[in-house]
């Protein structure tokens, strides 16, 4: 792989969006010092901060840097001030589907893996989670979050949720090819027993399976997905889904890896690619240095796959585990000695620039790391 030259649009967002995705960039700059590629990063509001600037979530300058770009770092948006008005008109969250819609963003990636090092920190067994490593594909631009919604004259409300068999198709084949490349197994969840486009999704999916002769699929529907989860995690693979269900089952299985710190996600689409990760804007602890920023490194990771550097991610993942084993952690994973966001970030930045390699000696890696942190 030579040397790439891309332009990345930084959402950073709300609350902790900003903290997070400084570290996330320090170290995408520290992959692009060591491997020689250049990175450029164009700043842009989107969420709460984009509607106290501009009175709207996603501002046209915002979705043309993004149009523009070769991939989006997101960090989170949010804020109480709209999270306990349900009567607000405008909301940071229509920017995020907007910009879904707008990008064409249909499947969301989300990989779940239970960290050796951090089971004692899931409230789950040990033994049912250990080993546990899943990726869920959610349908994103689809379902009873973009259907026609509102109200009738008698009050009572409604929401619709519609599929188009490509809709479908186009994400269950991503799902497969997932799967070939992983233990070659799918999980499809659905609701076929009550819901129309649950049916849907069943009929498309058995239709693509042949050509994917060395996946085996499975087929559950989703409240018994829900505590199969809890149940035996390590059941899972590849879990396919409808946009609402993978909302809500991706959440639940943040538990296994006992933070929702460490979860990274990608949502790719016809225009471009968006790394963020699963957190929320966390706004009580904006400004103290106490967000855990792997999840955004870990998701610059997968914008570093998205971009085909390969050992550029997997280095950047590497650092990742170095900075778990030597539990160098904030607070959350870390109470009785713990670490800032900003050290976190310096720490995996500097593993990701020098390397242990070689002869190097890894414990004066770590105190010359510590000049950093």
Same mark, same amino acid.
């Given at each position: %792989?030579?040397?790439?030259?891309?332009?990345?649009?930084?959402?950073?967002?709300?609350?902790?969006?900003?903290? +997070?995705?400084?570290?996330?960039?320090?170290? #995408?700059?520290?992959?692009?010092?060591?491997?020689?590629?250049?990175?450029?990063?164009?700043?842009? $509001?989107?969420?709460?901060?984009?509607?106290?600037?501009? =009175?709207?979530?996603?501002?046209?300058?915002?979705?043309?840097?993004?149009? /523009?770009?070769?991939?989006? $770092?997101?960090?989170?948006?949010?804020?109480?001030?709209?999270?306990?008005?349900?009567?607000?008109?405008?909301?940071?969250?229509?920017?995020?589907?907007?910009?879904?819609?707008?990008?064409?963003?249909?499947?969301?990636?989300?990989?779940?893996?239970?960290?050796?090092?951090?089971?004692?920190?899931?409230?789950?067994?040990?033994?049912?989670?250990? =080993?546990?490593?899943?990726?869920?594909?959610?349908?994103?631009?689809?379902?009873?979050?973009?259907?026609?919604? =509102?109200?009738?004259?008698?009050?009572?409300?409604?929401?619709?949720?519609?599929?188009?068999? /490509?809709?479908?198709?186009?994400?269950?084949?991503?799902?497969?090819? @997932?799967?070939?490349?992983?233990?070659?197994?799918?999980?499809?969840?659905?609701?076929?027993?009550?819901?129309?486009?649950?049916?849907?999704?069943?009929?498309?999916?058995?239709?693509?399976?042949?050509?994917?002769?060395?996946?085996?699929?499975?087929?559950?529907?989703?409240?018994?997905?829900? %505590?199969?989860?809890? $149940?035996?995690?390590?059941?899972?693979?590849?879990?396919?889904?409808?946009? %609402?269900?993978?909302?809500?089952?991706?959440? /639940?299985?943040?538990?296994?890896?006992? !933070? #929702?710190?460490? $979860?990274?996600?990608?949502?790719?689409?016809?225009?471009?690619?968006?790394?963020?990760?699963?957190?929320?804007?966390?706004?009580?602890?904006?400004?103290?240095?106490?967000?855990?920023?792997?999840?955004? &490194?870990?998701?610059?990771? %997968?914008?570093?796959?998205?971009?085909?550097?390969?050992?550029?991610?997997?280095?950047?993942?590497?650092?990742?585990?170095?900075?778990?084993?030597?539990? &160098?952690?904030?607070?959350?994973?870390? !109470?009785?000695?713990?670490?800032?966001?900003?050290?976190?970030? @310096?720490?995996?930045?500097?593993? +990701?620039?020098?390397?242990?390699?070689?002869?190097?000696?890894?414990?004066? #890696?770590?105190?010359?790391?510590?000049?950093?942190?």
């Amino acid at each position: %792989m030579g040397v790439l030259k891309k332009q990345i649009a930084v959402l950073a967002g709300d609350g902790i969006g900003p903290e +997070v995705c400084r570290e996330a960039i320090k170290v #995408l700059e520290a992959i692009g010092e060591r491997f020689g590629h250049a990175f450029t990063f164009n700043h842009q $509001l989107m969420g709460a901060c984009a509607i106290e600037a501009s =009175g709207t979530p996603l501002p046209e300058h915002t979705l043309e840097a993004c149009l /523009e770009a070769d991939a989006i $770092l997101m960090g989170a948006i949010g804020d109480p001030k709209y999270d306990n008005d349900p009567t607000a008109k405008v909301r940071p969250e229509q920017g995020l589907l907007r910009l879904r819609k707008s990008l064409g963003l249909f499947a969301n990636i989300r990989p779940v893996t239970a960290y050796q090092v951090l089971l004692q920190h899931s409230p789950l067994k040990n033994d049912r989670i250990e =080993g546990a490593d899943m990726l869920f594909f959610r349908e994103l631009t689809g379902g009873i979050y973009f259907g026609e919604k =509102g109200r009738n004259a008698d009050g009572s409300a409604y929401d619709h949720c519609t599929y188009s068999r /490509e809709e479908i198709s186009r994400i269950a084949h991503l799902a497969f090819q @997932s799967a070939e490349g992983r233990r070659h197994k799918l999980t499809l969840v659905d609701k076929a027993n009550v819901l129309e486009t649950s049916r849907l999704w069943r009929e498309v999916v058995k239709e693509i399976a042949p050509a994917y002769p060395s996946v085996v699929v499975e087929y559950l529907f989703v409240d018994n997905a829900a %505590m199969q989860l809890i $149940l035996n995690p390590r059941q899972f693979d590849v879990i396919l889904t409808e946009n %609402m269900f993978g909302d809500i089952l991706s959440d /639940e299985a943040s538990v296994i890896a006992g !933070s #929702l710190g460490l $979860l990274p996600s990608a949502s790719v689409g016809v225009h471009t690619a968006l790394f963020e990760p699963i957190h929320g804007s966390y706004p009580q602890a904006a400004g103290k240095g106490i967000a855990n920023p792997i999840a955004t &490194i870990l998701s610059a990771a %997968m914008l570093l796959e998205h971009f085909a550097l390969k050992q550029e991610a997997e280095l950047v993942r590497e650092a990742v585990q170095h900075a778990l084993d030597n539990k &160098i952690l904030t607070p959350e994973l870390n !109470s009785k000695a713990p670490y800032t966001t900003e050290q976190v970030g @310096s720490f995996i930045a500097c593993y +990701v620039k020098e390397g242990a390699g070689p002869g190097r000696d890894t414990h004066n #890696l770590e105190l010359g790391c510590s000049t950093i942190i």
